[in-house]
């Protein structure tokens, strides 16, 4: 309780020092109304108004909405019409009803249009776009995004520039993007944060907060959602509050500190009553409906998930009523309901695949990428008009000292300028159709790694999942049954682990040593706690560390050494293995050596595994060397050359 009055003692001592928040902005609107001022004033009022209380309360920022339309029709000002349709378009979009939203915004833009307002159609592109991000239309989204973003940019507007930035930052958010992402959300943090602007850094944070907890990086996602609500507390921003409120607290239910959570939650919906905002209010119920599935109480978490599940689809929210699917589908396990948990997992299949369109996820990635290119085009055309600027005055000046001589020496020197420039063409066009090629492989390779990862690591988690509510869910109590689910996950997740080195591979097209020996001492590690009584060795030349491979030879690479060291581990009875990788001449030598009981390599057949070794090796031009002697253990050793591993 100290620690709380402290805070809000140091919370008000601050607002002292800084800008009006929204509800002291109502009240000095509402002071001037009073006084009754002229027909244009008293419309421009309640434009503000309308806007102010959109943070405030969606009912009354809609009442007042309504009556500035109705006074800016009076009095014929169609600027004032513009923003008043404007201001109404970003109520209906705080509430959730995106309808009716994008229809006040293309009024406006329509109004706007016809005055030739450029600055005023940018920000209503942008306004736009937010809508088209918010029901996945990701590639109008991000086209309208880089069209605002190119005109401000053009008049250098930098609070409107950053603004977007941000906004682009969510785009990328949502299409998996979060390197990118969070670059683009930093630019209009330290934007916000060098002009103390508690309003843009209210929905800044909290964007970037978002994308830190899908990293499940929960230090930073609570460090940034605190920043959050201080902020949002600071311009009296109610949706923003009721948001950070419910961000924490799903961060605290994650950390199973179930009543801090529901506390939190319950703040959050208490902020969303005076909203009023439908969808706001049901996304804090999904969350109560989650606590109350870990608390075990799958009756009432079913009943709340039914009736919010209508509520989005109603709405047609489609992000929401995915989490509502996936946990509908836990409550019917628990609840043995097989025919409802198949039924809710089709549904969260179908509308899992069908909100993240993979063409619209590379048209978005390619715009935002065309936009970069022309971009450094455009400052790379600049320069080259200033070197030529530069160029044309020293010729000018040369031409005056020695004319005659001159012509034919410019003659010549254009010539020389006009071969230069083909042959530089023709280069830099080679070199784009090099790029847009290995592009072009390198997004198909993202494209089957992505739907490796979603669908069937998706399926292959659910099965462990399904497999875990059976043994854990039901008291199996015979032992070959529950021995037998044990090894079905345990295959599963071997499965899983394999399918994650696949995707490794294929998302990269070539790597160093250095990844290999990452990858190969992770494995290691995971050998030695599951046998703790064999000593491992790893090493690597370093005249090495620069080594890169493509993706083909490292993943055989891996395979291989996994292969022979899971060989050692099995059959040789060893006490050390040692993995070791060396330069010998031109040539890239690994070896895997254990102290086993060996066996007779002339009188053996290969099985799989040894056969698969040497296959591997042979495709990727190198060769594969087993040697064994009784009780004195194996030595593989894998030859490749030099200019094979580039």
């Known amino acids: 309780m100290l620690k709380k009055l402290l805070f809000y003692t140091l919370f008000l001592l601050s607002l002292s020092t800084q800008a009006q928040n929204a509800q002291q902005l109502i009240d000095n609107l509402k002071s001037e109304l009073a006084t009754n001022p002229d027909a244009k004033k008293t419309a421009s009022i309640y434009s503000d108004l309308t806007w102010y209380y959109s943070k405030v309360s969606v009912d009354s920022a809609l009442v007042y909405g309504k009556k500035a339309l ?86 250098n507007d930098q609070k409107n520039i950053n603004t977007i930035k941000g906004n682009i930052g969510l785009v990328l958010f949502k299409l998996k993007n979060y390197p990118k992402a969070i670059g683009y959300l930093n630019d209009e943090i330290n934007y916000e944060e060098a002009n103390k602007n508690p309003e843009g850094l209210c929905v800044s944070c909290t964007n970037i907060g978002n994308v830190y907890l899908k990293m499940k990086d929960t230090v930073n996602a609570l460090k940034y959602y605190n920043k959050a609500l201080k902020s949002c507390q600071e311009s009296g921003n109610n949706k923003g509050i009721s948001v950070a409120f419910g961000n924490i607290g799903a961060i605290k239910s994650e950390q199973n500190k179930s009543k801090e959570a529901l506390a939190l939650y319950a703040r959050s919906s208490k902020v969303e009553e005076e909203l009023n905002s439908d969808i706001d209010k049901s996304s804090i119920q999904l969350k109560v409906a989650k606590e109350l599935i870990d608390a075990r109480q799958f009756s009432k978490a079913h009943d709340t998930l039914v009736n919010l599940k209508r509520v989005f689809e109603k709405q047609n929210s489609k992000e929401y009523l995915l989490l509502n699917y996936k946990l509908l589908i836990t409550c019917n396990a628990f609840l043995n309901s097989p025919d409802s948990v198949s039924f809710y997992t089709d549904k969260y299949i179908y509308l899992k695949d069908n909100l993240l369109d993979a063409g619209a996820v590379k048209q978005s990635q390619e715009l935002e990428a065309k936009y970069q290119t022309e971009k450094k085009e455009k400052q790379l055309l600049q320069k080259e008009i200033e070197a030529k600027k530069k160029n044309t005055t020293i010729l000018i000046l040369s031409i005056l000292a020695v004319f005659v001589a001159l012509v034919g020496f410019l003659i010549y020197r254009q010539q020389r300028l006009k071969n230069r420039q083909q042959e530089q063409e023709f280069e830099l066009k080679s070199a784009i159709s090099k790029i847009e090629t290995q592009n072009k492989l390198h997004e198909q390779r993202l494209s089957i790694s992505r739907d490796l990862h979603d669908n069937i690591g998706a399926q292959l988690t659910f099965v462990i999942s399904s497999i875990d509510n059976l043994k854990y869910g039901n008291k199996i109590t015979d032992s070959k049954i529950n021995n037998q689910l044990t090894k079905i996950s345990d295959f599963t997740k071997s499965t899983i682990i394999e399918l994650r080195d696949t995707i490794w591979a294929m998302n990269n097209s070539e790597f160093k040593i250095e990844d290999l020996y990452a990858r190969i001492l992770n494995f290691i590690e995971k050998a030695k706690s599951a046998k703790d009584d064999i000593n491992f060795k790893f090493g690597i030349d370093d005249q090495l560390k620069s080594l890169t491979f493509s993706s083909v030879i490292g993943i055989n690479l891996y395979r291989t050494i996994q292969e022979a060291v899971n060989n050692a581990i099995k059959y040789s009875e060893a006490k050390d293995i040692e993995v070791v990788v060396k330069k010998d001449k031109n040539q890239i030598q690994i070896t895997i050596h254990d102290n086993g009981k060996g066996f007779d390599v002339e009188n053996t057949d290969f099985g799989n595994g040894l056969y698969n070794m040497k296959k591997r090796i042979e495709e990727v031009n190198g060769s594969c060397k087993i040697e064994s002697e009784l009780q004195k253990g194996t030595t593989i050793t894998i030859l490749l050359t030099q200019n094979q591993s580039v």
Do not use: H, P
């Open 70 to 155: 109705e006074s800016s029709k009076k009095l014929g000002d169609s600027t004032l019409l513009a923003q008043v349709y404007s201001d109404v378009g970003a109520v209906y979009f705080t509430k959730g009803d995106f309808q009716n939203s994008k229809l006040n915004y293309t009024t406006a833009y329509k109004i706007r249009k016809a005055r030739n307002d450029i600055k005023g159609l940018a920000k209503i592109n942008n306004n736009l776009a937010n809508i088209y991000e918010r029901t996945f239309q990701y590639k109008l989204a991000m086209q309208s995004f880089l069209d605002a973003l190119t005109y401000f940019e053009s008049i």
